[in-house]
């Protein structure tokens, strides 16, 4: 059994004055593939902002250690460093700062620096892997990308930055079937001992490519059940209804 | 009769001075002078109580009788000049606005083009009407301080490029000052022929430092018919120096101006950045890029004025203020009824990176033709909240992502320069602007 990575328990977060995660209890493992669904609007960003360090997300109560150390204290910053990685679900454009620019400056940051051509050889190496076009080395991060390209380019960091657990909420949301598998591809031949996920989703899809260890459903802010992958595939057929009336008729 | 600006002893702007000025000058020049030192004297001191124009900039704490008229010039700030040179345009010629002989470095290219390259005295007794074309565009008495220039000014510089010959190499010129107490009189005089083209690099800078200056600086630039002119200038003036310059270039049909302005310099400064789009089917585009923190004052006016048919014209000035800084911009479109189908676009965009810091900008169409296309845009925000979020998360920290975002909004300014070499200069100085704390100017020594 490996070391435990992230381990949150009793989490409870207000954005904007109101209560969205209210007590939720979750553990990975170094390596895992944790999937995370639940209804659309369930607190699945939440949890993963909070997480992250955004400021606007409050932490009203419970604990977080990542790799052993409490993380609540920490900045976005910080906690990047101590390798948390988040896949954004809607990444932010910043015009001005070109691609390569910004995944320098984070490497140089995370104290994973490499000399120029290693690093240029290692961006078109990943680029290629991604179906990425060499032009995006020079636009300016995010700015004007398609909604596939933007998650590409999330992917891709992930590839550069190599954490130790990336959380990737609603990566395979508005991607048509080729990038899924792309994406997918690019997710599983990064994750191994060194480097665990947590998939956020509400569609089983993704996870055909990505064979969680574990599965969870939050539902208005707390885990109301895990299983193995069998709960995704039941997910799948019946919909979240059978198991939230059973999840909601047991906390009743 | 002695004069109201001799009433302090150190005082040297005075009758004497202009009148010393007027002697050594061409007739023409001389009536000139006297017409602008009349003028000067007669009008009151710019108030922004009483004039519109000064609303937003107040100039109460500058008595320019005060400053002395710089007789030398600064070694270790020509020194920090030339080494830019070195760096960002290494072929260019380096010409040094001094009141005292300076030679003029690396022009021999230019020269055996045919290029003249001179002080702008000397130009004027040797081609006084080539100086007295571009003279045109600018009234002796239109403002106060036009006319102290016009009084007061010495050495200058002086570029003209001959019918249809496309310079080998930039100009680069150097506008030092140093000292204490001492006015500078800064002068760019550039006339294109027909079909001309040239690089032009205008530099002004004193070390870093409090010590008080003054600059009062005109820039004029003439393209005839068919020129192209690239005209790029960084004030990096040390934190006590007053500037206040007027550049103004005018047009001719179908000749097409690149104006990039980098503001970073001075305690205050008010400049004019004016494009006479004359010619039938002349183009400007005009881009500027100013940073300011500790006090500094900023303020840039610009016109944009359609005369000729076809003319189009595009201007963005972008503004990141911190600590409490100001920055005031006002900006016009005036298209004449003769600009028919004129194109004409305006924009500022302002970064706010403190709460004290403040930005004020008005710009204003003024239309007399019919079918015309232009526009205009103003926007003031904060670092965007999302954007530094997104570089935390990556690791970056907060200062380092504020950073980022202040050079990726100036960038997408830079990136538009068509001379590289001073668009990586222009980088360089803003990174150590952005890096710096409120410290403006060179690294050198007064000597
Ligand atoms: N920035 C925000 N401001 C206000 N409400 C928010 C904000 N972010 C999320 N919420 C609310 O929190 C709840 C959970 O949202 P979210 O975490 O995005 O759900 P999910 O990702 O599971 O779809 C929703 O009711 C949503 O409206
Ligand atoms: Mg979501």
Redesign the interface.
Known sequence: MSQTVLSISGLRATVEGKEILKGVDLQVAQGEIHALMGPNGSGKSTLAYTLMGHPKYVVTGGSVTFGGEDLLPLTADARARLGLFLCFQYPTAIPGVSTVNFLRAALRAQGKEMPAREFLNRLSTEMKELKIDESFRSRYINDGFSGGEKKRMEILQLAMLRPKLAILDETDSGLDVDALRTVADGVMRLCGPDMGVLVITHYPRILEHLHPDRVHVLHDGRVVTSGGADLARQIEREGYEPILGTAVAATA | MTTPLTDSPAAALGQAVAAARAEVSPAWLAARRRIAWDAYEAMPMPSSQRDEDWRRTDIAALHPERFTPIDHVDAAVVDAMRAQRDGAAPTAAFVIDSPVAAPIEGADTLHAQGIIITTLEEAALVHPELVQRAFSSVRADESKFVALWNALWRGGVFVYVPRGVEALAPVWIAHPAGGDGHAVFPSTVVVLDEGAALTVIDAYASPTGPAALLSDAMVILSAARDARLDYNTVQQWGEGVWHIGLQRAVLDANAKLRFMGVTLGARLQKVWWEVLLEGVGSEADVLGICFGDGTQHFDHQSLQAHVGPETRSNLLLKVAVRDHARSVYGGMIDVAPTAVHADGYVANRNLLLSQGAKADSIPRLEIRANDVKCGHGATAGHV????R??????????E??SA??V??????VL?RIPHRGFAELAGTLLDAEIAGGSVTGVAAQAS
Request: aromatic share 12%; glycine share 8%; no cysteine.
């Open positions: 965007d909240a999302d954007q979020f997104y570089l935390m998360a990556r690791g970056v920290p907060p380092e992502a980022l975002i050079r990726g909004f100036m960038d997408d990136d």
